[in-house]
């Protein structure tokens, strides 16, 4: 037996930590940006916030500004009310040995192990909120989480990398959009070719359809450094194979004039393993790792100098 939500459970959580993560946000959180940032699938994600709006976890906002938010701050919101929302009660009105109702007047010998069981899952549910899972989302970002009593996997192999780009705009504007979360960064990932639901970014060498996924980047609160900014990023790719490459690390800002920044990556690249299984050989796994560093700077670089966003 495996105890693990539905994907639409899962969908409704995913959802539920991004309307979290952007909670203090200026404006609503928009379809695109949960779609984008949480990989849930564009013709899915007005269904599934739908789901947290019936549950009166979230309320929507019509018009230019529009979109979803929390009816509640994040740490008055349990988990157990969010699997609930896409799963439905987490209680079964069957017996556990068969599939007929449970009567007081023919109770199987699981009865009490199994309701004992429930209620304890239910509690621990209840007992982690929203912000629980926003404040666990940043540790693990950062690289700072570890589980106790988790037998850990072997480490893998990963790539230190960094790089640099110029951006033509001021250090103001450029520490007012990265406030702003990573929603002004949507159009630019939607700018590269579309394949169904799928905002496909070319990051590495290859044909066209070398590590063709669906890529979301998370940017945290930036924080003043004695030399400019500091800004969590992790940039992660998603596809049909579970093999998934993402990078974490972090961005650093240093006004060069009054008018131009140097942007600064750092981090460690995790790449996926090939095709049988196997890791990339250093050679490749150091080219696609620059790629990606490439690519992302370049990115971040057009959308902070994009007025339009």
Not at 127 to 132: D, E, H, I
Not at 149 to 164: F, I, K, M, N
Not at 182 to 189: E, K, Y
Not at 246 to 260: A, I, M, S
């Amino acid at each position: 037996m495996k105890l693990k939500l539905s994907k639409r459970g899962d969908y409704v959580v995913r959802s539920a930590l991004c309307l979290a993560n952007s909670f203090d946000a200026p404006n609503p959180t928009k379809l695109r940006q949960v779609s984008v940032e949480m990989g849930v699938p564009r013709t899915f994600v007005s269904q599934i916030l739908g789901d947290l709006v019936q549950a009166g976890i979230a309320t929507s906002f019509f018009g230019a500004n529009g979109g979803y938010r929390l009816t509640r701050p994040p740490h008055e919101i349990t988990l157990l009310e969010v699997i609930e929302a896409g799963e439905g009660p987490l209680e079964s009105d069957t017996c556990v040995l068969g599939d007929e109702p449970c009567q007081w007047d023919s109770v199987c010998p699981m009865h009490e192990t199994w309701t004992a069981a429930t209620a304890a899952m239910k509690a621990e549910l209840a007992s982690t909120t929203l912000a629980t899972l926003v404040e666990r989302d940043r540790l693990i970002t950062a690289g700072e989480y570890h589980v106790i009593g988790h037998r850990q996997r072997p480490q893998a192999q990963t790539v230190e990398v960094t790089d640099s780009v110029h951006v033509e705009r001021a250090m103001a504007r450029i520490a007012e959009r990265l406030s702003a979360g990573g929603s002004w960064l949507i159009p630019h990932l939607d700018a590269a070719r579309e394949d169904g639901e799928s905002i496909i970014v070319r990051i590495g060498p290859g044909d066209s359809n070398w590590l063709a996924k669906t890529v979301a980047v998370h940017l945290g609160g930036p924080v003043s450094g004695p030399d400019g900014l500091v800004v969590p990023i992790r940039w992660e790719a998603t596809g049909p194979t579970g093999l998934f490459p993402r990078l974490v690390g972090t961005l650093h800002v240093v006004e060069l004039d009054p008018d131009r920044c140097e942007l600064t990556l750092t981090g460690r690249y995790h790449p996926p393993l090939g095709r049988a299984g196997q890791a990339l050989d250093d050679a490749l796994l150091t080219r696609v790792a620059r790629a990606t560093v490439r690519s992302l700077l370049r990115r971040l670089a057009q959308a902070l100098e994009d007025d339009r966003t």
